[in-house]
DNA sequence: CTAAAAATATAATGACCGTTCTATACATAA
DNA sequence: TTATGTATAGAACGGTCATTATATTTTTAG
């Protein structure tokens, strides 16, 4: 991937994240990433393009967090997971879940990509609790604590947060275990 | 409160919650509302000021429905307050917290009204939870599995949110009993 | 070195934005 | 009826939006 595209990419992220997609402008990315306006159509046939781009990047990051932390994970897969989870809301400043809101912002159209890739994105999620032992009730259960712990590190701060997730994980009556 | 000024909030609220608030414009609220540009800008001194009444008033009708329904409580408090809280999910149709939106879309200025007023909300229903006899702990628990059942439903159907929501919210374990 | 590819700056397009102005119509109450 | 407040329509304002066009420069590869 071109160097351009890759910063077109990471600060479109960061501005999208910080101020939501129909308030940044187009010039207000390019000034951030340096980038000529004619090398962002170069690499994004539009706007809606790149926002897809971006969310599929995330997207990405998000489950290797997942995935790998489960690998290397030395005590509970479940401990693992929540303290990944928690790691990757530390990271991006509190305001919530991205793919969330991009489908917010653009459920004027249910056909529209960037709604179906954030379907696809939340459904993946539950999947990928079901593929690694959890039963559906279980995996029902986790989405709604980590859902709950993005949406609430938006106003506590992440102490706070964090105990109170980490202490629902545990409090879980858990039917099976991994491995 | 005039007609005219009760008719822009609501359809304003329907507008914004479906769309989000800066894509939404004025014309297409006073077009559903069936106001004159001018009559808007007589009750309202911005958008801004328009959306800061949206919220209040939600912000208020929330509150009373929680606060009823455990008033009304003829079995525990707790599931009573999950119901009116999963039946107030129901009526919204399903795209997330709109006061956690409004701040995403305004989070550029922490000064601004509308930031502060959503923190002034989710501050006072962690207070509300408390004031009802939980203890801080479950207070904080309570507003995770709340906030956590509010983003479920924007990609799970309502009955899989509220018997993902309710089994969570029996299963907490419970230092003090209410009442 | 040269040819192809990528990135640049600038401007035009047409549409929409929030806000303000002007001037007219309608309502109610003294 | 007259006066006052409210609602109306329509246009203008300056600004920003996403997108496209044009033309020039820089970078890369053979």
Same mark, same amino acid.
Do not use: W
């Given at each position: 991937?071109? /160097?351009?595209?890759?910063?077109?990419? !990471?600060? =479109? %992220?960061?501005?999208?994240?910080?101020?939501?997609?129909?308030?940044?402008?187009?010039?207000? +990315? &390019?000034? %951030?990433?340096?980038?000529? @306006?004619?090398?962002?159509?170069?690499?994004?046939? $539009?706007?809606? =393009?790149? +926002?897809?781009?971006?969310?599929?990047?995330?997207?990405?990051?998000?489950?290797?967090?997942? /995935?790998?932390?489960? !690998?290397?994970?030395?005590?509970?897969? &479940?401990? $693992?997971?929540? %303290? =990944?989870?928690?790691?990757? &809301?530390?990271?991006?400043?509190?305001?919530?879940?991205?793919?969330?809101?991009?489908? !917010?912002?653009? $459920?004027?159209?249910?056909?529209?990509? &960037?709604?179906?890739?954030?379907? !696809?994105?939340?459904?993946?999620?539950?999947?990928?609790?079901?593929? +690694?032992?959890?039963?559906? $009730?279980?995996?029902?259960?986790?989405?709604?604590?980590?859902?709950?712990?993005?949406?609430?590190?938006?106003?506590?701060?992440?102490?706070?947060?964090?105990?109170?997730?980490?202490?629902? +994980? /545990?409090?879980? /009556? @858990?039917?099976?275990?991994?491995?």
């Amino acid at each position: 991937m071109s /160097k351009k595209k890759q910063d077109l990419i !990471e600060h =479109a %992220e960061q501005l999208f994240y910080n101020h939501g997609f129909h308030a940044v402008g187009l010039k207000r +990315i &390019i000034k %951030e990433a340096n980038v000529a @306006l004619m090398t962002l159509y170069n690499h994004f046939d $539009s706007k809606e =393009a790149l +926002i897809l781009d971006v969310l599929k990047k995330r997207g990405e990051q998000y489950f290797s967090l997942l /995935k790998s932390s489960v !690998e290397n994970s030395k005590s509970s897969p &479940i401990l $693992s997971l929540a %303290e =990944a989870h928690i790691d990757f &809301i530390r990271k991006h400043n509190k305001n919530g879940c991205m793919f969330l809101r991009a489908k !917010e912002e653009f $459920s004027f159209d249910e056909d529209h990509e &960037i709604f179906q890739y954030v379907n !696809e994105h939340k459904r993946s999620l539950l999947a990928f609790f079901e593929e +690694i032992g959890f039963n559906h $009730s279980e995996a029902l259960q986790l989405v709604l604590l980590f859902e709950g712990a993005t949406a609430l590190s938006e106003t506590l701060t992440m102490d706070e947060v964090e105990m109170t997730f980490m202490h629902s +994980i /545990k409090s879980m /009556k @858990l039917q099976m275990r991994v491995e």
